[in-house]
T-cell receptor, first 109, second 114 residues
Framework: GQNIDQPTEMTATEGAIVQINCTYQTSGFNGLFWYQQHAGEAPTFLSYNVLDGLEEKGRFSSFLSRSKGYSYLLLKELQMKDSASYLCAVMDSNYQLIWGAGTKLIIKP | ETGVTQTPRHLVMGMTNKKSLKCEQHLGHNAMYWYKQSAKKPLELMFVYNFKEQTENNSVPSRFSPECPNSSHLFLHLHTLQPEDSALYLC?????????????FGPGTRLTVT
């Protein structure tokens, strides 16, 4: 079967760095997405990785290792507004997104 | 503003009611999706429409009936729902192509079945 695993909840301090991990087992691979979802709002796109390595975009970076079926989202200089759920999703061989259950990130002052 | 709108934002309905959810995308995309989001569970893909043709239904119960009259509008017709159908229903759209599969989501309809 297809499976995406990510931690249910994480807590971090304002100004710090946090890494949210995602491991996957899917039928084929056509890229991995990270989305951010604030409570009561729509998920919004953060990043897309299809090749191994690190993609940096401002305070957010995303890493992919296809051989290990592993990705992480790195958030630097955390701000209170970063409190949200972070969703990992993999596009399988049929170009359908397989979603993780999301990681709820709590930022404390 | 994400370019994808959904109405209503909140809906409470009894198990014998019939209601419809509406989604509209203003992005010129050619694919639209319905997802179900339950607490602490992964997003569940319900239906996919590509160029107005349904391409995926993922064994969704027949009490959910999609309609896609054109590439900008998507409906989800609901009838004789069960309490376990209470969830957030998200609509999304994308421009499918060799390098563009990012999905844009609407704010969702919070459905409560009593």
């Amino acid at each position: 079967g297809q499976n995406i695993d990510q931690p249910t909840e994480m807590t971090a301090t304002e100004g710090a760095i946090v890494q949210i991990n995602c491991t996957y087992q899917t039928s084929g691979f056509n890229g991995l997405f990270w989305y951010q979802q604030h409570a009561g709002e729509a998920p919004t796109f953060l990043s897309y990785n299809v090749l191994d390595g690190l993609e940096e975009k401002g305070r957010f970076s995303s890493f992919l290792s296809r051989s290990k079926g592993y990705s992480y989202l790195l958030l630097k200089e955390l701000q209170m507004k970063d409190s949200a759920s972070y969703l990992c999703a993999v596009m399988d061989s049929n170009y359908q997104l397989i979603w993780g259950a999301g990681t709820k990130l709590i930022i404390k002052p | 503003e994400t370019g994808v709108t959904q109405t209503p934002r909140h809906l409470v309905m009894g198990m014998t009611n019939k209601k419809s959810l509406k989604c509209e995308q203003h992005l010129g995309h050619n694919a639209m999706y319905w997802y179900k989001q339950s607490a602490k569970k992964p997003l569940e893909l319900m239906f996919v429409y590509n160029f107005k043709e349904q391409t995926e239904n993922n064994s969704v119960p027949s009490r959910f009936s999609p309609e896609c009259p054109n590439s900008s509008h998507l409906f989800l017709h609901l009838h004789t729902l069960q309490p376990e159908d209470s969830a957030l229903y998200l609509c999304a759209s994308s421009q499918e192509g060799p390098s563009s599969y990012e999905q844009y989501f609407g704010p969702g309809t919070r459905l409560t079945v009593t």
